[in-house]
C-alpha cells in the first residue's frame, strides 16, 4: 500500500519578493479601483456634463477597449523593452491621464483620456504579474498568486463606498485625482524596488499576429459591453462586433500554430492542466465579474439604498475573498490546485442558492452571510487554478502564459456581465412590481449557479491532470 508524499515545505519569502509585491500590488489596485470608482459615477458624470447616460456609458467602453486593445501585446513590449520599464511607463501614463480626465471640459475629452487610461491599464495587470510570477518560481506560486488577487477581490467591494463618499463629499473631478499620490509613488518604488531589465535579443513582432488578437479582442469586447449595458442585443451594431470578434480571433489560431514566433504561444494549451485552469479561469471570470452587477442593482433597483450603502452591504464579499486568500495558498500547496479548486467550487454552488430565492424583504443578514461565503469560494477557486496554470509552463513561457490569463478572464467577465445583463433586463422590462422584480433578481441568479457549476467542472480534470503532469518550471 503506497501513499502520496508529502509535498515539499514551503521556503519564506525573501525580502526582494515582498518588496516585489507591494509595488506589483500598489498598480494593480489603481487600475481596478480606478474602474469601480467611475462604475457608481455614471448618473453624476452624466449631470456634471449635461448629456445622456447613453453618451456618458462610454467612459467606461473606452476604458475597456483600451485594456483589450494592450493585453495581447504586453508580453511582446515587456520583453521587448523590459518589464521594469513597461510597468513604471504604464502606472506613469496612467496617472497623467487620470490628471487629464480630471481636467476634461467635455464628455468627448473625458471619453478620450479615459480611454488613454485603458491603454496603460492593460499593461499594468499583466506586466506586473509577469514580474511577481516570475520572481516567485513554483514553490511560491499560490502565495504570490494570493497577494495579487486582492485588488480583483476588494476593488469591487471598496470602489463604490470610495466613490459614493467622493461624490457625496467633494467634487466629481477627485474619483481621479486619487490615482495621484499612488501612481507617482507606485513610479518611484517601481524604480527603485523591482528588478533591473534583463535585456535579452529583441522578439520578432508578430504584426499579421498583433492584427487579428487585437481587433479580434476589441471586437468581442466592444460587442459583449454594449449587450451589458443595453441589456439586449443590438442585430445592428452588436452583432457584427460580436461575429468580426469572433471570426478575426479563429483566424488567429492556425495562424499562431504555423508561426515561428507567435504574438502568443497557443501550444500551451496541449499541457491538459494549463487548459483545465484556463478554463476555470474564463467560467471564473464570468461568475466574478458578471454576478458583481447583480447585487448593487438589486440593492438600488428593489431595495432603494443610496451608493454608499449598497457598497457597505457589498463587503462582506470582500471579507470572504480576503479569508480565502488567506487560505487558498497554503492548501493549494499541500493538496493541490485541483483538490482547492474543488473545494472552492462547492462552496460557491452552495453559497449561490440563497440569491435564487431573493425577496424585497430577504434579511440583509442573510445575505451577507451568503456573500461572504460566495466570495471565499471563489477566492478558492481563482488562486488555485492560475498558480497551477503558472506551474505547468516552461519559465520562458510565463509571459504567454500571462497575456492569455489576462485575455480569457477579460472575456470571461465581459461574456458573464453580456448573459446575466440580457437575462435581468429581459425580466425587468415586464416586472410591474418589485416582488416581480426580485423574482427577476432571483432568475438571473439561476444562470450564476449554472455558471458556478461550470468553472467547478475542470476542477476533475486539473485534480487528474496534476497526477500525472510534473511542475514544468520546477528545479529539477
Given amino acids: 500500500m503506497t501513499s502520496e508524499a508529502a509535498p515539499p515545505p514551503v ?8 518588496r516585489i509585491l507591494v509595488v506589483v500590488v500598489l498598480g494593480s489596485i489603481m487600475s481596478f479601483l480606478d474602474a469601480t470608482i467611475v462604475n457608481v459615477a455614471l448618473e453624476s458624470l452624466s449631470t456634471q456634463f449635461h448629456t445622456d447616460l447613453s453618451v456618458i456609458q462610454w467612459v467606461i467602453t473606452a476604458y475597456l477597449l483600451g485594456l483589450a486593445a494592450m493585453i495581447p501585446v504586453s508580453g511582446w513590449a515587456a520583453a521587448r523593452y523590459g518589464a521594469r520599464t513597461m510597468f513604471a511607463v504604464s502606472i506613469g501614463l496612467f496617472t497623467l491621464a487620470s490628471l487629464a480626465c480630471s481636467l476634461a471640459q467635455t464628455p468627448g475629452q473625458l471619453i478620450a483620456f479615459r480611454a488613454v487610461q485603458g491603454v496603460a491599464g492593460g499593461f499594468i495587470l499583466p506586466v506586473g504579474q509577469m514580474i511577481a510570477a516570475r520572481a516567485a518560481g513554483p514553490q511560491l506560486m499560490a ?43 507606485t513610479v518611484l518604488l517601481a524604480l527603485r524596488l523591482l528588478p533591473e531589465d534583463q535585456r535579452g535579443p529583441a522578439p520578432r513582432m508578430d504584426f499579421l499576429g498583433l492584427l487579428l488578437v487585437t481587433s479580434g479582442f476589441v471586437a468581442l469586447t466592444y460587442g459583449l459591453a454594449d449587450i451589458g449595458t443595453e441589456g439586449h442585443l443590438d442585430v445592428a451594431v452588436t452583432v457584427p462586433a460580436l461575429v468580426a470578434g469572433a471570426l478575426l480571433l479563429a483566424a488567429f489560431v492556425p495562424h499562431a500554430l504555423r508561426t515561428a514566433q507567435p504574438l502568443m504561444d497557443l501550444t500551451l494549451f ?16 464570468a461568475a466574478l465579474f458578471g454576478s458583481i452587477i447583480l447585487m448593487p442593482l438589486y440593492f438600488q433597483i428593489v431595495r432603494h439604498e443610496d451608493t454608499t450603502v449598497t457598497g457597505l452591504l457589498l463587503v462582506p464579499q470582500g471579507i470572504g475573498g480576503a479569508i480565502a486568500m488567506a487560505m487558498s495558498a497554503k492548501l493549494t500547496d499541500q493538496i493541490g490546485s485541483g483538490r482547492t479548486t474543488l473545494i472552492g467550487g462547492a462552496v460557491s454552488i452552495v453559497a449561490t442558492v440563497p440569491f435564487l430565492l431573493l425577496g424585497t424583504d430577504t434579511s440583509y ?112
Fill in 11 to 18: 521556503p519564506p519569502m525573501s525580502p526582494q519578493l515582498r
Fill in 143 to 185: 502565495r504570490v498568486m494570493s497577494a495579487i488577487a486582492i485588488p480583483t477581490l476588494l476593488a469591487p467591494v471598496m470602489g463604490p463606498v470610495i466613490g459614493g463618499l467622493l461624490l457625496d463629499h467633494a467634487a466629481w473631478q477627485w474619483i481621479f485625482l486619487i490615482n495621484l499620490p499612488i501612481g507617482l509613488m
Fill in 270 to 285: 496541449r499541457n491538459p492542466v494549463y487548459s483545465a485552469s484556463s478554463l476555470t479561469n474564463f467560467c471564473l471570470g
Fill in 365 to 476: 443578514w442573510l445575505l451577507g452571510i451568503a456573500m461572504a461565503l460566495r466570495g471565499f469560494g471563489i477566492g478558492m477557486c481563482a488562486i488555485p487554478t492560475t498558480t497551477a496554470a503558472y506551474r505547468s509552463v516552461p519559465l520562458e513561457k510565463i509571459a504567454d502564459a500571462t497575456v492569455q490569463i489576462g485575455v480569457i478572464q477579460r472575456l470571461g467577465g465581459s461574456t458573464g456581465t453580456a448573459l446575466f445583463a440580457v437575462v435581468l433586463q429581459s425580466r425587468l422590462s415586464t416586472a410591474a412590481t418589485p416582488a416581480a422584480q426580485a423574482e427577476g433578481f432571483g432568475t438571473a441568479f439561476w444562470w450564476v449557479l449554472a455558471t458556478a457549476i461550470l468553472a467547478t467542472a475542470p476542477a476533475f480534470i486539473l485534480t487528474a491532470a496534476e497526477r500525472r503532469t510534473a511542475p514544468l518550471n520546477s528545479a529539477p
